[in-house]
């Protein structure tokens, strides 16, 4: 692709975000995303064949440039905690440009499939990060030797959420995923010696 062409693909995937997250998928429309990226309509269907092919893309991006961030800095020699937080404020960060309305797309029923379909192969890659996090926190003596790795990690993956910061933020919680990771590590953390 030419970089024009790639601009104008990162304008319209941009502008679809912003609105599918503000309006969810059935209200969202064609022509605003095309206003909000500043082209035309049909300029959008020489880029996406449909509305669920862009919410499909615009998806991906989200899940690719997570798993980037989390790429270009390892973390070798870091603790579990400051490796959790990482991701935590990646995902934080994330959340607060996508909006508060980003539930809209987790609970309207027509798209659950196009974003089940969004998240599986992100999940893998994640659930595979986070587990050798976790194994490698026990294996430290950060966690506790007792843990069921997998379930554990299922957890820790999943806890960010929009529900979440924003009501924590409404309580005037300062950092709340460093607050909430504290409250988990609690939980999982090596027992003190008796």
Not at 27 to 50: D, N, P, Q, V
Request: proline share 3%.
């Amino acid at each position: 692709m030419s970089k024009i062409r790639d601009e104008r693909k990162a304008a319209i995937l941009l502008a679809a975000r912003n609105e599918f997250c503000e309006k969810g998928l059935d209200a969202a429309s064609m022509a605003e995303i095309a206003r909000r990226a500043g082209i035309g309509k049909s300029t959008i269907y020489e880029y996406f064949t449909s509305k669920d092919e862009l919410l499909q893309q615009a998806c991906a991006q989200v899940w690719d440039t997570i798993l980037e961030e989390l790429e270009q800095d390892s973390g070798e020699g870091d603790t579990f905690r400051e490796r959790l937080l990482r991701y935590y404020h990646i995902v934080e960060r994330i959340i607060e440009q996508l909006g508060g309305n980003l539930t809209l797309l987790l609970t309207n029923d027509p798209i659950r499939d196009t974003l089940c379909e969004c998240v599986e192969e992100f999940q893998q890659v994640l659930f595979r990060r986070i587990g050798q996090a976790v194994s490698d926190g026990v294996v430290s003596g950060e966690l506790s030797p007792d843990l069921d790795v997998k379930a554990v990690t299922v957890l820790l993956t999943t806890l960010p959420s929009p529900i979440l910061l924003g009501s924590m933020r409404r309580v005037g919680v300062e950092h709340p995923m460093d607050q909430v990771l504290d409250m988990v590590l609690q939980g999982i953390g090596k027992p003190a010696k008796k």
